[in-house]
Every structure is written in structure tokens, then in C-alpha cells.
């Protein structure tokens, strides 16, 4: 059997897989996505796939790969796949939910009170030794503790956001497909409208996956609804956001900032209108990047590839 790997992973999660099978192909270099000629060179013979967000799993790829019988990416997010085409041909795709959730709920919290509190224009004014004395209203930003603060998509990461909203007595509001029951019971979390979730939140945070119906969801007439000291925070993908209208929402300050982990293009890059705006904190989607959750989320991956090797059932199959 030969499994291709498109990105370096630690050696213990490697001899995972180089343990069972004869041919253990990984891309080389650390810190670039493999190239897409490589992919398709390797996947012609391939039966196993282990793959990540940057590479894309189209119908080209897929229709090469006459012996695959598992995709599985090293991530919850699976927007980069055509999962219909791999399951067309009879090839299971696995993910990483689950093991995910509390690491991406505190990079969430974390960019929501770095956004709010403005931590990062702190850290610079230091830096640059603009920092002359304590002032009364030196860097005052928004408050966190009892605001209200709306969470668009309650799943697993939402439940977990609801929580910690809770320890920070948060008044929580969600808009959901369908209503949380769990969520209410546990959090006092108000099931609403978009538009009342809009209107009245001070921190809107953007859950939901990438799919034909979240692309751009949030756009100029959303941004329009929410509170001028709005916070905006988006863990999910970027293009559930569109990015022109959140530029000049910023920039006009008709919302009062937004903290971004995701982009519709990544890398973004440096020159971006958006890295020019004060009123917002960029991180390069680092939302489940601790240690720990990295290692389950690659040995999750990695048990996903072997189940879908020896023809069982993928511990986490993608539906
Ligand atoms: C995912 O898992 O989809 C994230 O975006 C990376 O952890």
C-alpha cells in the first residue's frame, strides 16, 4: 500500500503509518503545501491520502487516483474537497471534529478580548516607546464582561464559545439552523433572528462552515445592522465573510473592530487594505494550533487513513 502525506508531521505520527505499510510518501518541505503537480504525480498510485486544508481535492485529482480509498485532511473544515466526486468513486473522507473544539474556542476568546481591549496596539506602543505615562483613557477599548454576545452557527465550537461567554457573564444570544436546546438549558443562550442577533450583539462571532450558503453571508447589509461599538470575530472561513464590505465598515467605523483568523485568500496578503486599519487583530488561522490538539488532530487523521485502508468504517467520516 502507498499513503501520501502532504505535509510533515512529527515522526511518531509518521511511524504510524510507515509501521504498516510498505510506501510512506511526505511532502519535503516544512512549511509550504506540497505543489499541485507533485499531488497529482503521487496520487496516481496512491491508496491512502492524508491531506490538510491547503490542497485541493478536485475532480481532476480524484479521477487520477484509480486505487484511493481514503482522503482524510487534518483539519473539521473539508471545504477544500469535493467530497460528492470521492464518494462518487467510492473513496471515504475523514476529518478531525471533536478533538478540535476547546483548543479553537480559546483562540476565539482570545482574539475576542485582544480585539477588545486593543492588547496588540499595547504591545506596539511599548515597543516603539510611544508609551510616555499612564493615562485615564490610555487604550480604553470595549467591555467584555457582561456584554452581549452573539454566536452565529451553535455547534461543537459554538457550545464551547457559549461556555466561556458564560464564565465572563455574557449575555448570549445564537442563530443556528435549528434551535440548541442544550445550548439555552446550560448557557441561558437566546435562540434569535439574524437580524435581532445583528442589531443587538456587541460581539458578533462568525461559526459556521464553509458551504454555497455561507459564502459571503456576512456582507455590507449585515455589517450594517450591528452597534457601531460592534466587535466582529471570525474563527470559521473567510469567505463566509465579504471582505470588501468588512474593510469599509472598519474603516468607516461604522463597526468598531473586527478580529480575523480566517481570509478569503490565504496567506492574505501583507499589503491588504484590511492590515492597514487599526481596528483589527490578524492571526494566520491559528485557531486549533496548541500542541496537544495539533497531535490528536494528526493521530486522528492518521487512524481515519488507516480505518479507510483496511475497508472499516472512518472513525470520523465526513457525511
Ligand atoms: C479546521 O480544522 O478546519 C481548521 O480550520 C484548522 O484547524
Known sequence: MKVVVTRQLPNEIIEMLSNRYEEVVVWEKEDEPIPRERLLREIVDADGLLTNLTDKIDKELLSQATKLKVVSTLAVGFDNIDVVEAKKRGIQVGHTPGVL????????????????????????????????????????????????????GMGRIGMS??????????????????????????????YCSMDDLLEQSDFVVLLVPSTKETHKMIGTAEFERMKKTAVFINTSRGTNVDEDALYKALESQSI???????????????????????????????????????????KLAVDNTICGLEGKTLIHEVK
Open 101 to 152: 473544539t476547546e483548543a479553537t474556542a480559546d483562540l476565539t476568546f482570545a482574539l475576542l478580548l485582544a480585539t477588545s481591549r486593543r492588547l496588540v496596539e499595547g504591545m506596539d506602543v511599548i515597543r516603539e516607546n510611544r508609551w510616555t505615562s499612564w493615562g485615564p483613557f490610555l487604550l480604553t477599548g470595549q467591555q467584555v464582561h457582561g456584554a452581549t454576545i452573539g454566536i452565529i
Open 161 to 190: 464559545v457559549a461556555k466561556r461567554a458564560k464564565g465572563f457573564s455574557m449575555n448570549i444570544l445564537y442563530h443556528n439552523r435549528t434551535r440548541h436546546l442544550e445550548a439555552e438549558e446550560e448557557f441561558d443562550a437566546t
Open 256 to 298: 468598531y473592530a473586527a478580529g480575523l483568523d480566517v481570509f478569503e485568500e490565504e496567506p492574505i496578503s501583507a499589503s491588504h487594505p484590511l492590515l492597514k486599519l487599526n481596528n483589527i487583530t490578524v492571526l494566520p488561522h491559528v485557531g486549533s494550533a496548541s500542541i496537544q490538539t495539533r497531535l490528536q488532530m494528526a
